[in-house]
């Protein structure tokens, strides 16, 4: 089935599903305090074990301040977050289960249910940044076991906000995310998920990304304005046997110390039919796109149709690898991203966040986007159209030199088991866009604009077989007789 054909099949099943909800129960009525200061963990699951006994319906919370620990969303329930309603997470750290089927913590679950929801135009905060702290203490005080490492505890330890885990039918609306403990939203191996709407600030503590979406099935994410300081839209596959696929991502706003979209890191099974359109990254330390698979996965079928990349410090990074492959050899083909405008910075893009990127992670020149594969794993049949990219320039030889000898070509090391970022090679001899181990690659209306001279060539490809170059334009300045495309081992078309 085409993926149009089912992601609309996906929203109609869910609507239908969904608005079969008998009724509303206010969660008031069972006894809860919304005054900020009263544990309701047991309250707020009676009411939802009640209303999925009766069929289904909604547990609504009227405005106010509601404290709670872990709860579990039933079948055939909607929490609803009224405009002024607050679910507050306990910042206790033994208020929170750490679920045995997912060996996470969280401060909603749902383990297998079905035709659930969380809805409305109220808020999820998690306190996590005191959580965590006080997990700390914990730790410290040798109450827990756990190595802290970095001075952190694990992210299995810390409380997300959501897990749903096998879930199917599941609405997502309206609602704000904020200050999690750990990553901020996961929805794993679930299938028919819509998000819409939603409101994300996930920056209160280290590795809070926006949201991730593992090994799921028939999922649209919309309109949603997340800000994280991990991965904004991050997409994973943990499990050799599962794929992710089948997904629209449409409308949406992210800014992160780490990756706008993203597939991987852990990409196991791998990634299927995408349509990424109208994207917005901004002020977002690594990359705006990046595609790995390095852990045996197959990335194929992806599209990105609009993206504009503002502050961003790379644009584009492909990249395969063999980190936890176990002998699986990884695939990615059929990539197409249209309609791209970006700026790229001199500067640190997330500087004066609360959780910055690391210092030490930077490349000393600025890093060209980059499509890199391996020896035995050629990234195949990637078309890049429409696309202009402003970079500073400026590279300076005598901070860190890569020239385009065969020698100095040869010397970028490969890297292959290493975690897969824009900046691990530190330099790379091009400043607009690096090709290595690739086969018809297709660059259509392409621009790379540099603000300064650069000692390097704009355009590199090394071991590229298949190389269409149509309508490119270089724009630097001071480069009159510049040799500015580079082809080493390379055929073009």
């Not at 919304?34 to 999925?52: E, K, M, P």
């Not at 709407?197 to 949201?211: C, E, F, M, Q, R």
């Not at 990074?317 to 002998?327: E, M, P, V």
Request: proline share 5%.
């Amino acid at each position: 089935m085409p993926i149009k054909t089912r992601i609309a099949l996906v929203a109609v099943l869910v609507v239908a599903s969904m608005t079969a909800s008998a009724r509303d129960y206010n969660v008031t009525d069972f006894g809860a305090k919304a005054d900020g200061t009263t544990l309701n963990t047991n309250i707020i699951q009676h009411a939802i074990d009640y209303v999925s006994a009766q069929g289904g319906g909604t547990v609504v919370f009227t405005p106010g301040r509601y404290l709670t620990g872990t709860i579990y969303i039933k079948s055939g329930v909607t929490l609803e977050l009224q405009n002024g309603s607050e679910l507050l997470g306990s910042t206790n750290p033994w208020d929170y289960d750490k679920n045995p089927i997912v060996n996470w913590q969280s401060l909603i679950f749902a383990i297998r249910q079905h035709d659930i929801g969380i809805k409305g135009q109220g808020t999820i905060n998690g306190q996590g940044a005191q959580t965590a702290n006080n997990k700390v203490d914990i730790i410290n005080r040798g109450l827990y076991d756990d190595p802290l490492r970095n001075g952190r505890p694990y992210e299995g330890n810390r409380p997300m906000n959501i897990y749903f885990r096998e879930c199917e039918n599941i609405r997502i609306e309206g609602i704000t995310l904020r200050d999690p403990a750990s990553w901020n939203q996961t929805y794993d191996q679930c299938r028919n998920l819509l998000v819409d709407g939603i409101t994300v600030d996930s920056k209160a503590y280290w590795n809070n990304d926006g949201i991730d979406v593992v090994d799921c099935d028939g999922v649209v994410i919309r309109n949603a304005n997340i800000d994280a300081a991990d991965d904004v839209f991050c997409f994973k596959s943990h499990s050799a046997d599962h794929v992710c696929q089948n997904v629209v991502v449409e409308n949406c706003v992210g800014r992160s110390s780490a990756n706008g979209l993203k597939f991987g890191t852990v990409s196991r099974g791998g990634f299927r039919n995408f349509k990424v359109r109208n994207l917005t990254i901004y002020n977002t330390y690594r990359s705006a796109i990046t595609f790995a698979t390095v852990d045996g996965g197959v990335i194929d079928s992806i599209e990105v149709d609009g993206l504009r990349s503002i502050h961003t410090g790379n644009v584009i990074f492909l990249r395969a690898g063999r980190r936890w492959n176990n002998g699986k050899e990884p695939s990615m083909s059929n990539i197409v991203i249209r309609n791209v405008y970006a700026e790229i910075p001199a500067s640190k893009p997330d500087a004066g966040y609360s959780y910055e990127g690391p210092v030490e992670d930077m490349p000393r020149n600025i890093s060209p986007a980059s499509i890199v594969g391996i020896p035995t794993c050629k990234i195949r049949n990637v078309t890049l159209q429409n696309i202009e990219i402003v970079t500073p320039g400026g590279g300076n030889p005598l901070y860190a030199y890569r020239g385009t000898t065969p020698a100095e070509l040869n010397s970028v090391p490969e890297m292959e088991k290493a975690y897969p970022e824009f900046s691990q090679f530190k330099e790379l001899p091009a400043w607009g866009f690096y090709i290595r181990h690739a086969e018809n690659i297709t660059f259509d209306n392409v621009t790379f604009r540099a603000l300064r001279k650069d000692y390097r060539p704009a355009i590199v490809a090394d071991d590229v077989k298949g190389l269409a170059l149509h309508d490119v334009h270089v724009d630097e300045p001071g480069s009159q007789g510049k040799q500015e495309t580079v082809l080493y081992h390379s055929t073009r078309k």
